[in-house]
């Protein structure tokens, strides 16, 4: 058995190869590629992309799997060797439904959409990027049907990115909570809103940037295994466990989307950073699921970096080296601003509130785009028309209503949205845990320590990668199922006094 | 016969698309890399290396290639397709010589040398080294034994840079060049040495930066498909024809270290980005040889750089930009300033009369270490030695020593340094062609104006790309084979007036 292992490992490494320089091919298309690379960044792209599918699909792996299967069944489920066989297969098996072709076919067309989101987003056409969304969708619908039998079309997608869910359990799931969320955004938004003038004033790039880095430092991000570029859409990367990057983008008029952008893709980053060595090169060296990322991310972002011991901490650093913007700001003006909670436009940059409103209308575009009830040509004029419903108004432009996120633009459409607001409820499920298991994280964050946290959450969650589902992982960890309880608790005790609701 | 060839040309794109990549990791190794992500980054490099070798190996090439004779023989050997299946041909016929898993050791063991040296140069430490650069030396040993039947054991590494040359007419070359340069250098060395303290005040990284970019616009490199970014060792990269990036290094102590990098560097890419865009993914879209290569970033760098006529338009401007510097420095002062003749230690900074000098040494020590009658362990004391005798100066340590360039760190040792006096010689013929054919580029230089020379320089060499040999483009262009007359007038010329020789 120990010969197939490792010829099982060889292949696997040589997969993760080709894919981490396919991620390093797309890190270098968004930070520092000028703009004469993309056409044959394109097809570089595309053939890195089929070899590696190419070489996950090769029979000898599936012979390999099926020779391993008594070792595997031998060992310890939560082993490192009977998780890396059981994952692999599964990855194997929905592997071998796609034809090579079809996959460069598709990176092929999602890098030239990319390329022509970068110029029309800024230049608010929509019409430039139709044809490329309805091939996107046609695409996205071929990819669902390679796997046939399945209860909604969209169930396939959001499958590769939230295993184990389906349209139907993520709706459930999401009706449970708008029921929960609508009435405290409306509480909210029928008080005074609160004044975040202070935060829209002009800091230079520069200190933000430094102010950035600082913060996330004392998180953990480990710079010696990776660094932080600028980019249009803030994203975080991996070419192996030494060297996971993330990316931001910088606002001089307003401090928040430059820092919660470094302190969310940093959550993202720690979780990649944080996962044990000995599963470099496997496919187990990655994270979990989409919902799960973004536990982490949103954790480190919002329950930490919007916190009120988080900015004990640091908002007098902050303030000097902001001091003529925010020398006589206070503490509290200054924490009710980066909370405040309003009817807005940008996903990324919505508060902790409505931000879920705003990936629950995405997610249900998809589903109707994949059914076929909504046409490409008519999401523009749907997008305006629930975004008035849902949160009260109407975007003015295209470029920051359904053109704002890069998702549909270089990638499918389905499954892309979910693992936001799943992030949101698992996270604070996690922070919970972790703030019974140790009282002590609340006083250190105040002290500007984050040690202990993010060791809990390392050991907890980020170290075991991908050898466990969602599902088993939040069994692990929090010694339940998926509960939106300890988000609306969260977020009911922080508003309530906020808003003294 | 079609399709035959748009076959050979799908597999060579395939083949261009990962050595692209390659290339792309490579250049984030040096440029943007974090420490952590070095040994990844060797492995993945390797993995690439094979993968493009296998494919360029494959025996379908060879059938194509043998079924597309008849077709290559009945069109004009200067055109497109003709020239495809000829370079191809060669290529491959070089490449099946090398098994594959003998490219990954080699891929694997530069990388690994490439990231100590980057730590053993400042340190000093040529001890590290050794056992790196022992293992280099036997790997190319073997590279060549794939070749058996050569003169020397250096030819077949010689002919992958500068194919056709051999260690012999090499040797005769630099032997002939060597008896008219040296009464040359010692005549000028025996001269009171030309002032430079100006070139060796502050000069803050930024200006320069900006200073080098604007000169290398007006050369007529394209940033919309190029770009430039800070490296330990400068060097010219090309992901695809629309792709060309340059790295280059500031002193903030000496204006001439960073500023003659970046245009020795443009002059390279101008090169690739002057190749004819349907070359494009081809094994004929790159430099036709080392020399070839060398002449043009000599030609840009020395021949128009260091010219009088160059200054006259460039020099109010760099004073502009540095006025407290240079704003009392006569222009005459500059001039000579940049085109001190010395005895100095390192190669990239050697000026015109001596560079050769530095080349000939490095040549020789290869040929010595791969015939075995010098070792590794006795290189830092030969180098010394050979120092002394031909500069005239010792080397106080090996960091500006035997350690100074990359060359033998990060790939085989044999053929790595011919090129530079090959280009040197072959820059200085072209450049005496075109002053024949178009006179006024002498007085357009003095006006800033660089596109007649570069178009012409275009229109007769860059866009052929790897069309011809070094020899059939020496005499496409300037009518006659490889000649030292033209470089060895110039020379005198040039510092017969400067030193009143």
């Known amino acids: ?151 909604h079309i969209a169930d396939p997608l959001i499958d590769f990115a939230d295993e184990g869910l389906t349209a139907a359990t993520v709706r459930a799931l999401f009706s449970d909570l708008r029921e929960q969320l609508v009435p405290i955004a409306r509480a909210i938004t029928g008080q005074p809103p609160a004044d975040d003038t202070s935060l829209r ?48 983008r910088v606002a001089e008029h307003d401090l928040r989307e430059g820092l919660f952008a470094t302190l969310h893709e940093a959550g993202h980053a720690l979780y990649e950073q944080g996962i044990r060595g000995d599963l470099e ?22 329950l930490v970096g919007r916190s009120r011991p988080f900015w004990t901490f640091f908002y007098p650093r902050l303030q000097a080296t902001f001091p003529e913007q925010l020398g006589a700001v206070p503490l509290d003006t200054f924490y009710r601003a980066i909370n405040k909670v309003e009817r807005s436009l940008i996903r990324v940059e919505a508060d902790e509130v409505t931000y879920n409103l705003h990936v629950m209308l995405r997610f249900d575009f998809e589903l109707a785009l994949l059914e076929g009830k909504l046409a490409v040509r008519d999401l523009p004029e749907a997008w305006r028309e629930r975004f008035q419903a849902d949160l009260g108004i109407t975007p003015p ?44 994280i609340a006083g250190e964050i105040e002290a500007g320590r984050l040690d202990t946290l993010r060791a809990w959450l390392t050991e907890r969650v980020y170290q075991h990668g991908r050898k466990f589902t969602t599902a088993e992982l939040l069994q692990r960890v929090t010694g339940g199922p998926l509960r939106i309880e300890p988000y609306i608790a969260y977020l009911r005790r922080k508003y309530g006094e906020l808003y003294r609701l």
Chains 1, 2 share one sequence.
Not at 205 to 212: D, H, I, P, S
Not at 281 to 302: D, I, M
Not at 411 to 426: H, K
């Open 397 to 440: 432009d295209d470029r920051d209503g359904v053109l704002q996120d890069i998702h549909w633009y270089g990638g499918p459409v389905g499954g892309a949205f979910q693992g936001y607001t799943l992030g949101n409820v698992m996270g604070a499920q996690f922070f919970a845990t972790a703030l019974d298991a140790r009282p002590e």
């Open 281 to 302: 090169g496997t496919p187990l060296a990655r994270g979990t699921s989409s919902g799960v990322h973004e536990s982490q991310s949103r954790l480190w972002e919002n």
């Open 1 to 151: 058995m120990e010969a197939e292992l490792q010829e099982l490992k060889r292949r696997l490494l040589e997969v993760d190869d080709l894919e981490s320089a396919a991620s390093l091919l797309s890190w270098d298309q968004t930070t520092y590629m000028p703009p004469g690379g993309a056409a044959a960044r394109g097809r570089q792209l595309a053939t890195l992309g089929e070899l590696a599918h190419q070489k996950l699909v090769d029979p000898e792996i599936g012979r390999l799997l099926d020779a391993l299967r008594p070792h595997q069944e031998a060992l310890p489920p939560d082993s490192d060797d009977a998780s890396l066989i059981r994952v692999t297969r599964r990855d194997y098996e929905k592997a071998i439904k796609i034809p090579p072709s079809f996959m460069a076919q598709l990176s092929r067309h999602t890098a030239a959409s990319y390329q022509a989101w970068t110029v029309a987003r800024p230049a608010d056409d929509f019409a430039a990027m139709r044809p490329y969304l309805e091939t996107t969708v046609e695409l996205s619908r071929q990819m669902a049907d390679f796997f046939p039998g399945y209860e």
């Open 201 to 248: 004033q002009h800091f230079p790039e520069g200190q933000q940037w430094a102010f950035g880095l600082d913060a996330i430092r004392r998180f953990g991000y480990d710079f010696n295994r990776g660094r932080q570029d600028k980019t249009h859409h803030p994203f975080t990367t991996k070419f192996s466990l030494g060297d996971v990057r993330i990316t931001t």
